[in-house]
């Protein structure tokens, strides 16, 4: 009876492990995607500021090159005029509220394995506090239609080590 109770102990343990590396390496990834489109949409913020406040210096400085300009110019007026439908606002906006939701979630779950690994909690409460948050990592982790993109292969590659070298470090897990 000891042996069995105790491999339900280890069944829970193992199944918030189990969690807490998921929910760890979803937080990387998602932070991964954040910092591309805040980078891609500082990029491209940079561009629109120099070429806007550049063009009336440029058609004057550059008189043999004015089509080069007048061109970047153009291109300028393109990005601007496309800008409300491309969704990389959106996706920073999205990306930071779930990479946010993600962080405080884990720390529910670090908070859950240290509470039962030292005995605070029993079986029982901890199977229920543990459906509890991923019911709330499922909610987090869907992604609605219109939120159209993808994890590309270097987040996931990233990611994964990240999540590796976190767990090794501060759980002494080996992933």
């Not at 999205?94 to 405080?104: F, G, I, P, R, V």
């Not at 990592?137 to 990611?159: I, M, P």
Request: glycine share 4%; charged share 25%; with cysteine.
């Amino acid at each position: 009876m000891e042996e069995q109770n105790q491999n339900v102990q280890d069944n829970i343990l193992t199944a918030i492990e189990k969690e807490l590396v998921d929910c760890k390496y979803h937080c990387f990834l998602l932070g991964s995607r954040v910092r591309y489109f805040q980078k891609l949409e500082n990029y491209i913020n940079m561009f629109l500021a120099v070429m806007s406040s550049g063009s009336i210096a440029a058609w004057t400085i550059w008189k043999n090159c004015g089509f080069v300009w007048g061109g970047l110019i153009a291109f300028s007026q393109l990005v601007s005029a496309l800008r409300p439908y491309i969704p990389w606002g959106k996706f920073v906006h999205t990306l930071n509220s779930k990479c946010y939701k993600q962080e405080a979630l884990f720390l529910e779950l670090d908070s859950l394995y240290t509470d039962y690994k030292d005995g605070t909690l029993n079986k029982e409460h901890a199977k229920s506090v543990l459906r509890n948050i991923k019911k709330h990592l499922n909610e987090n982790e869907f992604f609605d239609d219109d939120d159209d993109f993808e994890f590309s292969l270097q987040d996931v590659k990233q990611a994964t080590k990240q999540n590796r070298d976190f767990f090794k470090s501060k759980y002494n897990l080996y992933i």
